[in-house]
């Protein structure tokens, strides 16, 4: 994928060896899962594949799993103490609610100019542009609604209601 932190330059002076053919791997990782009809036949692979809760839209995936004997090793699945029921040990769900968070603000921010209103909302940058989320896209976010907070949003939008729902990791 083009959209890595890491580009193929950094990869190879560290010392990995860049390929578009993976045929010779044991061991597959991603984070996303890949593209239906791209898993190379007997080998493992380890990524998020979205199959464990049977939605219909992940099922062609499964089926090429097993079809293409493929040891899948879903973080999903990965537990604590290997127990069904006990805390996942990968998640990056409170990192997809934080990235959701900013880049819908700053989405909302691009929707509201072009209907022709300019608001604090696109101060806010792509997730991506922050190194840190902690400090530097926490402090946008903070600037923006000290901004919203001191001049409002235009009427017709006001008052803006966010709601975060839910229990899990994505919504912390």
């Given amino acids: 994928s083009s ?18 053919d993976l045929s010779g791997a044991n061991t ?7 593209l ?3 898993l190379l036949p007997g080998k493992n692979y380890l990524f998020f594949s979205h199959v464990i ?5 992940n099922m062609p995936l499964l089926d090429e799993v097993l079809e293409k004997k493929v040891r899948l090793i879903d973080y999903e699945c990965i537990r604590e103490g290997g127990g069904g029921t006990t805390p996942r ?17 700053r989405g909302l921010g691009l929707r509201l100019l072009s209907l022709g209103h300019s608001t604090p909302f696109l ?7 922050y190194t840190d989320y ?17 001049a ?21």
């Fill in 53 to 57: 809760k049977a939605q219909p839209e």
């Fill in 89 to 105: 040990l990968v998640a990056f769900g409170e990192f997809a609610g934080m990235s959701g968070m900013v880049n819908g603000l």
């Fill in 134 to 150: 902690s400090t530097d896209a926490r402090r946008a976010l903070r600037a923006a609604g000290e901004q919203v907070a001191r």
């Fill in 3 to 20: 959209k890595r932190v890491f580009t193929d330059r950094e990869f190879a002076a560290a010392g990995a060896t860049i390929t578009r």
């Fill in 152 to 172: 409002g949003l235009p009427a017709e939008y006001s008052p803006l209601v966010v709601c975060v729902a839910g229990t899990g990791n994505v919504s912390r």
């Fill in 28 to 34: 597959i990782m991603g984070v996303k899962q890949p």
């Fill in 123 to 129: 101060s806010i940058g792509p997730t991506h542009a």
């Fill in 36 to 38: 239906n009809g791209s």
